[in-house]
């Protein structure tokens, strides 16, 4: 008799020799998409991330992880003011764009706060932020932000999983 807590005949314990499989397990989870920016001296960057969460109402604060072995990585652990755009199922180009280059700033139109963070127009929802804590996380850092100003725009987040970008229709 099949073992109704397995969806496969085979279980796996996450290893370096099985790492793909283990991504594509992970891959099963929709997530939303994000560009999370800040500044720098030589000028605004910014990185793809769906490794965002909310973590506490009260106060406010947001969390994501940037990845140890990214070249960006110490201008995010190390920024003391970020933003995460949450971005419109339309704007998977624009996702692309900073999952490759951290500047395609040089071609698109941008703001700026009062603590000199990029702020991208047109998103689905925008969170502003102070950061909190930067804790270990493995091959990850984990970034908490405090939210000190959102703004939220219309439209349909853009998800991904399984390799793939797609939308979420609540009204389907």
């Not at 996380?137 to 939220?152: K, P, T």
């Amino acid at each position: 008799m099949k073992d109704n807590l397995h969806m496969t005949d085979e279980s796996f314990a996450p290893t370096a020799e099985n790492q793909r499989r283990f991504r594509d397990a992970l891959g099963c989870f929709a997530t939303g998409v994000t560009v999370v920016t800040v500044p720098t001296a030589q000028g605004p960057l910014g990185m793809t991330a769906n490794s965002f969460s909310s973590v506490s109402l009260d106060p406010p604060l947001v969390l994501w992880c940037p990845a140890r072995n990214s070249e960006r990585h110490p201008f995010f652990a190390g920024a003391s003011h970020f933003a995460i755009h949450m971005l419109r199922d339309d704007q998977s180009a624009l996702a692309m764009d900073f999952a490759r280059n951290g500047d395609p700033f040089a071609t698109l139109q941008h703001g700026t706060n009062a603590d000199h963070v990029p702020l991208l127009p047109d998103c689905l929802a925008r969170f502003e932020c102070r950061t909190h804590a930067v804790h270990d996380g493995g091959d990850h850092d984990i970034v908490v932000g405090q939210v000190e100003r959102l703004w939220v725009g219309e439209g349909k987040p853009l998800v991904f999983a399984q390799s793939h970008f797609g939308c979420f229709d609540a009204n389907a």
